[in-house]
């Protein structure tokens, strides 16, 4: 029989529903994987398997986190990197990454992961595009299985190198048919179209400035023919866009139209320079973009314009992106920043906090293509987070709670449950053990840079 799981007392439960129910004393009913009541404690049923008091807490829906690249976590604050536009940045760090191996690879991926879980995200998505020395992405996907995060794994590549025209080093191409061949594999292996889905697979091309057009389509087909979700990085910075118009004669937004990357199953990473046309574009096609706001002002590409996208009807949803070019993973905290970095740019009222969760939620959940994750009601999968209110960051935050998880200093999880599965208890991984995981990666992290002469 199905487990069934009962949180109750929640001081406010954030539903995220059609309604956007916030109730007090508010209650979830879980029977394995799956949400089966919301309410009013006292109208829930009292008694189950497991009960967990939620008093003192706010209780909502898992954060989602659309845009990463968990490799990047053995190389934060690498010092030839910190002052660097996009380009300029990665020139420096290719040439370490070049030195990656699978268990650099698998052990980066359960750090990133449970930075995450422990930040109050329970969704998220990787973008791997490189694979020096046998790396595979099963190497990610297995760690993802171990850590219990439900995952989107996307199958990055590059082929266009420095020889080329493109920007990465020739030692870090494939070849284009082995790209889809092995992208092919991985759908057929891996990818669950199924509700409540752990495990997804997405078609990923890094950049339009490291592959051809030959491969963004055939990816297109590829990912359309399996009925998979495609992936990219597009229009992030100056550069971006002046590499588009002389290679291509076009914007970055016309050139994923060109190619037949618009569209509900696409979602684009970054997006700062996208111009009004693709504004439209996007909101049309039901395109989506993945907003990295501390990735953003970390390379300094600008500020995206979310509110003029959210307003046009664009899907918009959170990333924390690669841990080189933000330094963290903090899912909370890319939520307050989401929000502060839209006023600088636009205005106090250009984002509420209430709408930067709604982002991380719901907006998450449109721009992955799912249905089944984001918010709190009757048949969505149980991923569900607790934040406790009685840290001193939250001491004279409590008129508004909810607000208070964005405006506040971002805290970490109390309890985090991923399908069902009690993933965060009491503030600690019940998964792995963090220690063990930060020392692994800590050594391994000197060897990669040690290896690239750094």
Known sequence: MNKTILIQHAQVLVTMDHGRREIADGAVFIRGKVIEQVGISAELPQTADEVIDARGHVVMPGLINTHHHMFQSLTRAIPAAQNGELFNWLQQLYPIWAHLTPEMLHASTLTAMTELLLSGCTTTSDHLYLYPNGCRLDDSIEAAQRIGMRFHAARGSMSVGESQGGLPPDCLVEDESAILKETQRLIETWHDPAQHAMQRIVVAPCSPFSVSRTLMRESATLARHYGVSLHTHLAESITDIAYSREKFNMTP????????????????????????????????????????????????????????????????????????????????????????????????????????????????????????????????SADIVMFRLDGIGFAGALHDPVAALVFCTPPNVACSMINGRVVVRDGRCTTVETGTVIETHQRLARELVAAAGR
Not at 315 to 326: C, F, I, R, Y
């Open 253 to 380: 937004a016309q050139y994923a139209e060109d190619c037949g990357w618009i569209g509900h199953d696409v979602w684009h990473a970054h997006c700062v320079q996208l111009d009004d046309h693709g504004v439209q574009l996007f909101a049309r096609s039901g395109t989506g973009v993945a907003h990295c706001p501390c990735s953003n002002m970390r390379l300094a590409s600008g500020i995206a314009p979310v509110r003029k996208m959210i307003d046009a009807g664009v899907p918009v949803g959170l990333g924390v992106d690669g841990s080189a070019s933000n330094d963290a993973g903090h899912m909370l905290g890319e939520v307050r920043q989401a929000m502060l970095l839209q006023r600088v740019g636009f205005g106090p009222d250009a984002m509420t906090a209430r709408q930067a969760l709604e982002i991380a939620t719901l907006g998450g959940a449109k721009v992955l293509n799912r249905d089944d994750i984001g918010a709190l009601m009757p048949g969505m």
